[in-house]
């Protein structure tokens, strides 16, 4: 799944340990899910959501057709 | 008292997990090679299938989703290893003696080869994704 993590995270100007202390997961977590090789479960999406104060579908867009 | 061990090897770094792994393994393989058997149900297998068991299994300092699907992918991974090893085992016995009844691994050998390729999978997954973390540091 695509998602623009990356982005947001430098528009608030965290880096990926300021994130991960925010969401309660590793740095290696916020890594793995900026470099799309994990996808998060529900619970942490929106957790991502309500941090950036948006939409889930504006942080993660599906592969699906 | 397991808790407690848990908890203790909790406590240990990925190095120090890594480390123990890598002892248990190489200790075991003196074992067999010391030993000429491949039979080598003694009390010593106990320890190092629940030496490897704890490492596996015991919570992460920085415990998580991944870390928990990291580990789940792993033991599949390693499931699969333990079942091929126990038809290859079975399979060579076979070879040996055609007449026989081939000799099958015990339950321990068959841990043994499961715990050690499952924990050497987790610990190079979550390092590959340490390694990267650090390769993009920041913003």
């Known amino acids: 799944m695509k998602n623009r993590l990356r982005e947001l995270r430098a528009e608030h100007r965290w880096s990926q340990a300021d994130l991960a202390d925010r969401l309660g997961v590793s740095r290696q977590t916020v890594n793995a899910i900026e470099t799309e090789r994990y996808d998060p479960s529900l619970p942490l999406a929106f957790k991502m959501a309500a941090l950036f104060g948006c939409p889930i579908e504006r942080i993660f867009e599906s592969d699906a057709p | ?139």
Do not use: C
């Open chain 2, 1 to 139: 008292m397991t808790v407690h061990v848990s908890k203790l090897f909790g406590l240990l770094p990925a190095t120090g997990k890594a480390a123990i792994v890598l002892l248990v393994t190489l200790g075991a393989v003196v074992h067999l090679v010391s030993s000429g058997d491949a039979d080598w149900r003694a009390g010593a297998d106990t320890f190092y299938v629940m030496v490897l068991l704890f490492v596996f299994f015991s919570r992460e300092r920085d415990d998580d989703e991944r870390v928990r699907e990291l580990k789940l992918r792993a033991l599949m991974v390693a499931f699969v290893s333990g079942w091929a090893f126990a038809s290859a085992f079975r399979f060579a016995s076979y070879l040996q003696d055609r007449d026989a009844v081939p000799k099958v691994p015990s339950a321990y050998d068959a841990m043994f080869v499961v715990l050690v390729v499952a924990n050497a999978l987790y610990l190079l997954w979550h390092h590959r994704d340490g390694r990267d973390a650090a390769a993009r540091p920041g913003v």
